[in-house]
């Protein structure tokens, strides 16, 4: 939540410096050293609740995420964490 807010407060300072409506954010995700002994069924748990918290609360704010380093397991991971996106 208080990234979400962060990004809030960006938005709303471009808007002003721009002068025009910025209303969306870029996400980087490097995901380098991730193993899959961290795909544990917590971490399952908190990405699906981060997940839900982003799409009732801060709706239609990310304009794109780019996930970068990703480890040869990560298509597996991404297959479980997809539908909730």
């Given at each position: 939540?208080?990234?979400?807010?962060?990004?809030?407060?960006?938005c709303l300072?471009?808007?002003k410096?721009l002068k025009?409506i910025v209303e969306t954010?870029?996400?980087?995700i490097?995901?380098?050293?991730?193993?899959?002994?961290?795909?544990?069924?917590?971490?399952?748990?908190?990405?699906?609740?981060?997940a839900?918290?982003?799409?009732?609360?801060?709706?239609?704010?990310l304009?794109?995420?780019?996930?970068?380093?990703?480890p040869?397991?990560?298509?597996?991971v991404?297959?479980?964490v997809?539908?909730?996106?």
């Amino acid at each position: 939540v208080w990234e979400q807010e962060a990004c809030g407060r960006l938005c709303l300072a471009q808007t002003k410096k721009l002068k025009r409506i910025v209303e969306t954010v870029t996400g980087v995700i490097d995901i380098k050293d991730m193993g899959m002994s961290q795909i544990t069924r917590d971490f399952l748990s908190l990405t699906k609740l981060l997940a839900e918290i982003d799409q009732n609360q801060y709706p239609e704010t990310l304009g794109r995420c780019f996930i970068i380093n990703a480890p040869a397991a990560f298509p597996l991971v991404w297959r479980m964490v997809k539908p909730w996106l």
